[in-house]
Each structure stands twice: as structure tokens, then as C-alpha cells.
Nanobody
Framework: QVQLVESGGGLVQPGGSLRLSCAASGFTFGSYLMKWSRQAPGKERELVASISVYSRTINYADSVKGRFTISRDNVKKTVYLQMKSLKPEDTAVYYC?????????WGQGTQVTVSS
């Protein structure tokens, strides 16, 4: 059974930090590109960051560059998103996504709310 389980979301004040985790099981994690996406109220889904199988290629949306860091641990089968200097506009449901040439899997998302 394929599972992607996000955790670490919550309420944080502007300027604060959160670390999201996505634990994978039921597939060969080390063969998949991993992504974090988000969807805010009234906005389309946005790709936040992606990381290749061996972490050699990492990409970020312009809106989060310099503030967010994506990483992965292929032994623990977990992908992380370290978020710093959070802004109200970062408020969204954050999803992790695993992609290969043949398959794509999604987690159920975790809510991040940045508010004072």
C-alpha cells in the first residue's frame, strides 16, 4: 500500500519557522523525484520545491528562494521542507508528491497557517 504522510504543519507567526516532513512507504522511494506543492485559498496549486533522486538537482519557486530548503533521506524514506522567515502569503495546504516515469503519488496535505 502506497502512503505519503505529511506532518509538521500548524500555526506560526510571521517570521517564524516550521519543518514539514513527508514519510513514504509502499514504493521504491529512492527511485522517485520528490516535490512539495501548496494551494492557498483563492489560488492555483503552486510547485514550491523539487529534489531529484540523489539530491543533485534542487529547484525552488521564486517566492520561496532563500527561505525554504528541501531535503531528502533515502534511508529513512522521508522528504523534508524547512521553512524559515514565514510570511502570511505562505499560508496554504502543503502536499508532498512522488514522481517517476511511470507513477505519481500524492499525500493528503498538511495545513500551514502564518498569522499574527
Amino acid at each position: 500500500q502506497v502512503q505519503l504522510v505529511e506532518s509538521g504543519g500548524g500555526l506560526v507567526q510571521p517570521g517564524g519557522s516550521l519543518r514539514l516532513s513527508c514519510a513514504a512507504s509502499g514504493f521504491t522511494f529512492g527511485s522517485y523525484l520528490m516535490k512539495w506543492s501548496r494551494q492557498a485559498p483563492g489560488k492555483e496549486r503552486e510547485l514550491v520545491a523539487s529534489i531529484s533522486v540523489y539530491s543533485r538537482t534542487i529547484n525552488y519557486a521564486d517566492s520561496v528562494k532563500g527561505r525554504f530548503t528541501i531535503s531528502r533521506d533515502n534511508v529513512k524514506k522521508t522528504v523534508y521542507l524547512q521553512m524559515k522567515s514565514l510570511k502570511p502569503e505562505d499560508t496554504a495546504v502543503y502536499y508532498c508528491n512522488a514522481v517517476s516515469a511511470e507513477n505519481a503519488y500524492w499525500g493528503q496535505g498538511t495545513q500551514v497557517t502564518v498569522s499574527s
